[in-house]
């Protein structure tokens, strides 16, 4: 009996269906580098037939006609289903990228059912408002943006679809999700788990494939929104495409973001954050990394003392084992995207104080060792780029104004920390970082609140109730002036 997980159709329109061609996408585990899954690659025709079915759906059918609380409904089982059966779903993560189980349970899973609860809790607001105008009353109408497509990244699968799929569907919009090719098994499970929801046929239909699907996707003129979560090189060819028609684009990009300790900062609380919110976050392939750390110059040797050794003492290896902290890297190609970072580091002059290569034993897989680079300056390209691993800077500062410019001095702009035995204190420093996201005293991305990047890691916002408005459109209705009397 094989143990491959396989599927041979694909879902368009709430249906499994025959694909229209024959290639087929091979999973393959990044733990025993065996293939283990494998689905139809989507080509341009099942495009086709996916837009029409959302198109069709969302211009004449029932869901965006039902009323808000209606789709809730559906929408509150998606999320129930996903959570009664969360352990199952983080499983087939870590199945496709390795993600340790550590991480997979609340990161992967338990964060998606996060996404689908905030944008339900976003719901009960308002569909309509009337204002005073200037000449009259005014109803301001919101209606759902229309087909959006969306297109999702390998490294945390199930939260960045839920921050799509759920305010999508919640506004009355309906979806064609593109997953990456590395994780198609996860998205196909979601697939199952929407129709046995209720979910109308042609709302959802599901596509893996690579990024030339995606292409013919975004530029596709029946679709009116994408929503993407990838690389800054993908976003940007995405908004190129998107602007032929005037698509709308939202985009989650990359980061390389910096923990700010300060003078006072507890380091019991600081090394475990960062520790957190690098190689146990996925194993530092995760956008909000805490990629730089910037230290006081008075206090560098304690710190690289303490994150050495928390580093060092972290467990590598299976990540299907629950004590696992970091697992394998998701593809042969990252793993060695971070090596040739690694040796880039060691050339530029930054010195390795823990890690730096594969972990002994672990020579099947693609493992990389967590890895301190100290004495790094933010010129260096280990402090620019985005390495995605568990490789990590160590810079000084001897102000904290130059501890502000060197966070800000970076294309990125999305995720942060600041800490200090003072939160008023780490709080004003806070203010003054240009990313998306800062968290004091810890590392955290809180679904509650706007989650999006400034600069160079993206634009607009998702989760929260800015998360649900990015599916809507603003109608104006001008109604006459009262009569005066
Ligand atoms: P990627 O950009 O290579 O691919 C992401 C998705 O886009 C995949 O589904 C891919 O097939 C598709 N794609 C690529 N080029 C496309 C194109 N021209 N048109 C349409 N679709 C296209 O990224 P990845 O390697 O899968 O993911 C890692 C990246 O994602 C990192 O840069 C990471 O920082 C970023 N990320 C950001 C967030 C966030 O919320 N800001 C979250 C997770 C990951």
Redesign the pocket.
């Known amino acids: 009996m094989s143990d491959i997980v396989e599927h041979d159709t694909l879902f368009i329109a709430g249906q499994w269906v025959e694909p229209a061609g024959t290639e087929t996408i091979e999973v393959v585990s990044p733990v025993t580098e065996q293939v283990v899954g494998r689905v139809p690659h989507a080509t341009p025709a099942d495009v086709d037939k996916a837009v029409a079915a959302a198109r069709a759906a969302f211009d004449h059918g029932p869901w965006p006609r039902l009323s808000l609380v209606e789709r809730a409904e559906v929408v509150t089982r998606i999320k129930d289903a996903i959570a009664a059966r969360h352990r199952e779903l983080a499983e087939l993560v870590t199945l496709q990228n390795g993600s340790p189980m550590l991480f997979s349970v609340r990161g992967q899973a338990l964060s998606a059912v996060g996404a689908f609860a905030v944008a339900l809790a976003a719901e009960r607001f308002s569909q309509e408002d009337e204002r005073p105008g200037t000449g009259g009353p005014v109803l301001v109408r919101r209606e759902p943006v229309g087909v959006v497509a969306a ?6 699968p199930q939260l ?1 679809i839920a921050g799509k799929l759920a305010p999508a569907l919640l506004a009355g919009c309906t979806v064609i999700l ?5 994780t198609p098994l996860d998205a196909n499970w979601l697939a199952d788990v929407c129709a046995e929801a209720g979910l109308p046929d042609g709302v959802l239909s599901v596509l893996p ?3 030339e699907t ?2 013919y ?2 530029a596709h003129p029946d679709v009116d929104k994408v929503a ?8 940007k ?2 908004m190129a ?1 998107a602007a032929e028609n005037l698509t709308r684009v939202s985009l ?4 390389k973001s910096a923990a700010i300790l300060l003078d006072d900062a507890d380091l019991a609380v600081a090394v475990p954050a960062v520790v957190g919110g690098t190689c146990a976050a996925n194993s530092g392939q ?3 990394a805490l990629t730089r750390v910037l230290v006081p110059a008075s206090r560098y040797d304690e710190v690289a003392t303490a994150l050495t050794g928390a580093f060092a003492g972290l467990k590598v290896g299976d990540p299907a084992d629950p004590t696992t902290v970091v697992g394998p890297m998701v593809t042969r190609q990252q793993q060695e995207r971070n090596l040739e970072y690694i040796r880039i580091g060691r050339e530029e002059g930054a010195k390795v104080l823990t890690g730096g290569g594969v972990p002994e034993g672990l020579s099947t897989g693609w493992y990389v060792s967590p890895t301190l680079f100290g004495d790094v300056t933010n010129d260096m390209r280990i402090a620019r780029e ?1 390495i ?1 691993g568990p490789v990590v800077c160590l810079l000084r500062y001897e102000t904290v104004d130059e501890a502000v410019a060197l966070a800000n001095d970076s294309a990125f702009g ?1 995720s942060g920390a600041v800490f200090s035995a003072d939160p008023e204190r780490a709080t004003e420093v806070a203010r003054r970082v240009r990313t998306g996201t800062v968290t004091v005293n810890g590392f955290r991305l809180d679904l509650a609140a706007p ?3 400034f600069k160079n ?2 634009i607009g916002r ?1 989760f929260g109730p800015e998360g649900l408005a990015a599916y809507f459109e603003y109608q104006a209705v001008n109604l006459p002036a009262p009569n005066p009397s």
């Open positions: 297109i999702t990244p390998w490294n945390v960045t593109k997953p990456s090719p590395e494939a690579g990024r995606g292409a996707l975004v993407f979560t990838g690389s800054v090189a993908a976003g060819a995405i495409a989650e990009l990359g980061g995760a956008c909000v985005e995605f999305l989650f999006g990047g890691s993206g998702e």
